[in-house]
């Protein structure tokens, strides 16, 4: 059995939704955020050292950061979802997996931390919002014909980018990255989504 211990109003969201797609039976905890801090919950620290979420225990094994969730259960659980190594798809895979976490969320995470010092942030704000542009700009190009990342279906890719492509339709116009917004429409309309967020909230 799959254990997914997840975090509320968090990128966990994500795994669940993985979880719901791969139809594997699984089971999950939600850990509620501090009110006051918005911080995750000590008993996260209980089972790993960082006591973050996404966190998973398969095999005996606890696994934690979104990237290596997704590929530990896509490799054994639906290996349709990770494009055959050694092909352009999956050089394309492996850029969209670290670019998720990697380069996407850097300024995310900044706008989101420096906005709350007010006017002491305001030095940061025009290069924050360059490279947001320049991270959802990047996104928007590399969307496939069929309007997913990286195959024709639904791929591991998708899942991970699904938090960016989010968090840049609540930043920006559907007018500015229509690719971005129709991709996002697309996801949060499989019914695997739906019932994800109708577990786990959003």
């Known amino acids: ?3 997914l211990h997840h975090l509320n109003r968090s990128r966990s969201l994500r795994i669940l939704w993985l979880l ?3 139809g594997q039976p699984y089971d999950f905890i939600t850990h509620m955020r501090d009110e006051k801090t918005n911080l995750a919950p000590p008993e996260l620290l209980e089972l790993h050292p960082l006591g973050k979420s996404p966190m998973i225990e398969m095999d005996g094994d606890v696994v934690i950061e979104s990237g290596a969730i997704t590929e530990v259960l ?3 659980y639906a290996p349709a979802m990770i494009p055959d190594a050694g092909t352009p798809a999956h050089i394309r895979h492996l850029e969209a997996m670290h670019f998720a976490e990697g ?3 850097t300024p995310v995470l900044l706008n989101l931390y420096v ?3 007010g006017e002491a942030g305001a030095p940061l704000h025009p290069r924050i919002t360059e490279q947001l542009d320049s991270h959802f700009a990047y996104m928007e190009s590399i969307i496939q014909p069929s309007g ?3 195959l024709d279906d639904l791929s591991a890719a998708d899942i991970m980018l699904s938090f960016p492509a989010q968090i840049a339709m609540r930043l920006r ?3 500015t990255y229509p690719k971005l917004a129709a991709f996002v429409k697309m996801i949060e309309a499989r019914p695997a989504y739906q019932r994800a967020v109708e577990k786990g909230g959003v």
């Open 148 to 150: 997913h990342f990286v």
């Open 115 to 117: 906005g709350r010092l």
């Open 20 to 22: 719901e797609e791969i």
């Open 1 to 3: 059995m799959i254990k």
């Open 103 to 105: 380069s996407a969320m």
């Open 74 to 76: 896509c490799a054994k």
């Open 173 to 175: 116009s559907a007018e």
